[in-house]
């Protein structure tokens, strides 16, 4: 399925004729693997592939009584590195492998006049002759240091048998280009990925869902989706996750919601993060309904609403302009037992100040502060805004004076 790292490789090497005496201990690196194999060069139709980068020249010349020469050599790291490189190096864990970190060191110092990364791995694999522990060893460390290399490195360690390759490897390539928008790599991988004998599955199609969504492609997303149903496998969870996040960032939560409704009929459960952003889709335009059907939704899931999820569905009534029911909401969260963020108070002030209701707002805020409920800074600059819109600053001031004296002689306690 995979091909040797050397065949990805350029060297002149010079054809011998088929009239030379036949020769078998030279190495055929044949099919997948670099394993030394028998040859008669006397048969028709042989075809030499590229050998493996040798440990010298002199070495070179006594096996093969030809002259090329290798683009790179493999040279210790030595004092003329940079001040970053020589950081980098010294921030590689001291647990890794020698072998390790020293195509780790390679990689930090290459340089694309001393050859090309291809040649630099592939003397490596040469001379070092890794494992796949090996090869995951140094993508792990790429990948965390987020090193520009990585998936070049990625893409050249799926080519060789000594890195074991397999679906798994596809997809996380797959998947960082996805990150990085390079949809048409990404896909190019895709297609390497088939052409290698490697059956697509749920998990790679998913990572192109959510890629090919994240950049605004609502139809390929689409016909990926189609490409999983057709697998013959009960779509799992993730890929539902992923087509349905790839019709909310379109502006769609109604096809969104039609798959959660799709999934529920066949018991599966999305997960929180696409509930809260399904709620917030509709939260965002006012849609009180899809907002309070969500909200149920979710509930029925067995995902208990947070401050956060509370404040999504007030935050529905007040674009609404439905200060009443964004009060009713605003106090179910507190009857559920949770404390009201700054946030919520913010939010609750909107549909107030869209209706034009001070007095209510003013009220609203006084009873959160008997309770020991004090207004933040989002929720002051709230007011405040208000208050500047209406020129109102001093009047206000005067009002809430009066408001606390009332309660007072009323009798309602203070704090």
């Known amino acids: 399925m995979a091909t040797s790292l050397s065949n990805a490789v350029w060297f002149l090497y010079p054809h011998r004729t088929i009239n030379e005496p036949p020769k078998t201990h030279h190495p055929k690196f044949s099919g997948t693997t670099f394993r030394p194999t028998p040859i008669n060069l006397s048969s028709s139709g042989h075809r030499f592939h590229s050998p493996l980068m040798a440990l010298s020249i002199e070495e070179t010349s006594v096996a093969e009584n030809t002259e090329w020469k290798p683009r790179f050599m493999w040279d210790e790291i030595g004092s003329d590195i940079t001040e970053s490189q020589q950081e980098a190096i010294d921030e590689l864990p001291p647990k890794m492998s020698k072998r390790c970190q020293a195509i780790m060191k390679q990689i930090i110092c290459f340089a694309p006049e001393k050859g090309s990364l291809c040649e630099v791995l592939n003397a490596w694999v040469s001379i070092m002759k890794p494992s796949r522990a090996d090869w995951l060893a140094v993508l792990k460390e790429l990948r965390i240091k987020d090193h520009p290399l990585y998936l070049q490195v990625a893409e050249i360690a799926v080519l060789d048998d000594s890195f074991e390759p397999n679906v798994r490897d596809y997809t996380k390539i797959i998947h960082g280009y996805g990150k990085r928008n390079r949809i048409e790599d990404a ?229």
């Open 187 to 415: 896909e190019s991988t895709l297609l390497n990925m088939k052409s290698r004998g490697f059956i697509c599955d749920q998990v790679t199609l998913t990572a192109m869902i959510d890629m090919y969504s994240k950049a605004g492609h609502l139809k390929l997303a689409e016909d990926t989706f189609e490409d999983i149903k057709l697998l013959g496998q009960q779509v799992d969870k993730r890929a539902y996750g992923s087509m349905i996040m790839a019709y909310i960032r379109a502006g769609m939560p109604e096809q969104g919601e039609t798959l959660l409704i799709e999934m529920d009929a066949q018991e599966i459960v999305a997960g929180s993060e696409v509930y809260k952003a399904l709620l917030r889709a509709y939260s965002m335009v006012g849609d009180t309904e899809g907002a309070q059907r969500v909200f149920n939704a979710l509930q029925l899931a067995g995902i208990s609403p947070d401050a956060k999820i509370c404040g999504l569905l007030i935050n529905a009534y007040g674009i609404s302009g439905q200060s009443q029911k964004a009060r009713a909401a605003f106090e179910n969260m507190r009857k559920a037992g949770l404390k009201p963020s700054d946030k919520c108070i913010a939010l609750m002030l909107a549909p107030y100040e869209k209706e034009n209701k001070l007095q209510m707002a003013l009220k609203f805020l006084m009873g959160l502060e008997r309770e020991g409920i004090m207004v933040g800074k989002e929720a002051a600059e709230t007011l405040a805004g208000w208050f500047k819109k209406l020129g109102v600053v001093e009047e206000v001031d005067m009002v809430l004076r009066e408001f606390a004296a009332t309660e007072a002689n009323s009798g309602i306690p203070t704090s």
